[in-house]
Every structure is written in structure tokens, then in C-alpha cells.
């Protein structure tokens, strides 16, 4: 096969692509916003987002969507906060300890240290998006 119609028909093929839809749960009010955080790897999980992809949404009681969208089909890990005072990040004590309401996929809550992405990881295949529920909570 000649390169060129070869690149021509790789270019031309859709890249599969998935989704992934949270519902976050459990926001004690409507002040503020709840942010979630996609992770693709462990690198910063949970804590710094700024390798994730983040997405906010003003908090309701009744819950909040947010919606991941074209992702490639694999395991992805999702850390949320009820971000109250407008600083887009889980505020924490002294001691490294939440002030604000957080919560990860799966729901993991382990009692002396942070999740791991390994606990938190969800398959999201190809196709329609995935849905998961997170659970805000301290």
C-alpha cells in the first residue's frame, strides 16, 4: 500500500470514543459550586487537579451532572468537592484533613489517608457514556 492513501484512510477513521456521566450527591445546600476532577492516570490524584480535566457546576441540593464527554475508552478515576468558598479547591485543616465536602468514584473512604486511583478507577468503554454516582460527604 502506497503511504499517502494509507494516512489518507487512518485520518478518515473515527478514534472510538466514550463518555462518562456523574452524578454527585449529598451537596448540604446551594452555596457554592461542586467540581469534578477526571483523571486519566494516577498522576495528582485526588488531590491536584491540574493534570484532570475539571468541570463546574453550581450546587443543588437535589445533586449535579457533570458530563465527560469524547473520552478514549479506559479507566478513569473522578474526585468531586462542594467548593463553598469559591477557591475551586477541597479546602483542608492543618493537618491535611478536608474542611469541605469531597467524595471519588466507587465511593472510597478510606480513614487515614487519601484514595488511590486503583480503588477509584472505572472501565469506561466504547460507546454510550458510563454512568456513576459519587456521594459528597466528610
Not at 35 to 44: D, H, K, Q
Not at 61 to 90: I, K, M, Q, W
Not at 113 to 135: C, D, Q
Amino acid at each position: 500500500m502506497r503511504p499517502l492513501p494509507f494516512l489518507l484512510l487512518l485520518l478518515a477513521t473515527p478514534a472510538a470514543s466514550a463518555g462518562l456521566d456523574v452524578t454527585v450527591t449529598g451537596a448540604r445546600g446551594a452555596t457554592g459550586e461542586v467540581g469534578c476532577a477526571l483523571y486519566a492516570s494516577e498522576a495528582g490524584f485526588p488531590t491536584d487537579a491540574a493534570p484532570a480535566t475539571q468541570l463546574w457546576q453550581p450546587a443543588r441540593p437535589e445533586g449535579v451532572t457533570c458530563r465527560f464527554e469524547g473520552l478514549r475508552p479506559g479507566r478513569y478515576a473522578v474526585a468531586v468537592s462542594h467548593d463553598l468558598n469559591g477557591n475551586r479547591r477541597t479546602d483542608t485543616n492543618f493537618l491535611g484533613i478536608p474542611t469541605e465536602d469531597w467524595g471519588v468514584s466507587n465511593n472510597i473512604r478510606p480513614t487515614l489517608r487519601a484514595p488511590r486511583f486503583s480503588e477509584a478507577a472505572v472501565e469506561v468503554p466504547e460507546g454510550p457514556a458510563t454512568r456513576i454516582e459519587i456521594r459528597l460527604g466528610r
